[in-house]
């Protein structure tokens, strides 16, 4: 299993600039989340997934947008980047979405808004 | 609300130091599932340990063990005989279920543990 994949690793977006984030995940997991982590203040959850079909809004979903169209992809899109949007993104996976359930992330997306 | 804090910002020790970090939580749920996860300056987040609210037995995994206490909502990290291999930034995390479905894993934000020479 390749587990969790993200990609891009990095990008540079200019502010006012669309892009999507592409999280994959081959371990037939349900429940799939995204996080942005900036410094001093941890993971901070932005939106989630317990399956296809079914998205919901995390702590910090303002100017992101999700889709879960199949149980294996979890794209997170900005819809217009902002400086504030810098920071590193992680998506996570689980089997399922009781609380037991050990996450697995992926590596990680690098972005930066000039 | 979940919180998570771990008060240690940085921590640097000398290799083959017994070093503790911290790690304070707090919640109303009484079923909820305690993480520590490793960050290497690699980037990636790697899992360390689960322990759920019903088991506060500690555990111990080689060189690293973990000290789980209710009473002081506390689930402290210890490693022993560090090495600088442990050089990496170290996450505590809460995760609950949401009200309506779905779960959050709540981060603290994080130990920066320094192992030198």
């Known amino acids: 299993n390749a587990g969790v994949t993200q990609t891009p690793k990095f990008q540079v977006l200019k502010t006012g600039q669309s892009m999507t984030l592409q999280c994959a995940q081959d371990?037939?997991?349900?429940?799939m989340s995204w996080y942005r982590q900036d410094p001093g203040m941890g993971l901070r959850l932005i939106h989630y997934?317990?399956?296809?079909?079914?998205?919901d809004q995390g702590e910090v979903p303002n100017g992101y947008n999700v889709s879960r169209s199949t149980t294996e992809d979890f794209p997170l899109r900005l819809l217009s980047a902002a400086p504030s949007q810098t920071s590193v993104y992680f998506c996570?996976?689980?089997?399922?979405?009781?609380?037991?359930?050990?996450?697995?992330f992926g590596p990680g997306t690098r972005l930066t808004v000039l | 609300a979940q919180k998570v804090t771990q008060a240690q910002t940085e921590i640097s020790v000398v290799e083959k130091e017994d070093v503790t970090l911290d790690c304070v939580y707090e919640?109303?749920?009484?079923?909820?599932?305690l993480f520590w996860y490793k960050q290497p300056p690699s980037g990636e987040l790697v899992f360390l340990i689960r322990?759920?609210?019903?088991?506060?037995q500690n555990e111990i995994s080689g060189r690293y063990s973990w000290n789980f206490q209710k009473s002081t909502s506390s689930f402290n990290f210890t490693i022993t005989a560090s090495q600088v291999v442990d050089s990496a930034v170290y996450f505590c995390?809460?995760?609950?279920?949401?009200?309506?479905?779905?779960?959050?894993?709540?981060f603290g934000t994080g130990t920066q543990l320094k192992v030198e020479l």
């Open positions: 995390a809460l995760r609950v279920i949401l009200t309506g479905g779905g779960n959050k894993l709540t």
């Open positions: 996570a996976s689980s089997y399922t979405e009781n609380s037991y359930n050990e996450q697995f």
């Open positions: 371990m037939n997991h349900e429940y």
């Open positions: 919640t109303r749920d009484t079923t909820y599932y």
């Open positions: 322990r759920n609210s019903f088991d506060e």
């Open positions: 997934s317990v399956g296809a079909g079914i998205t």
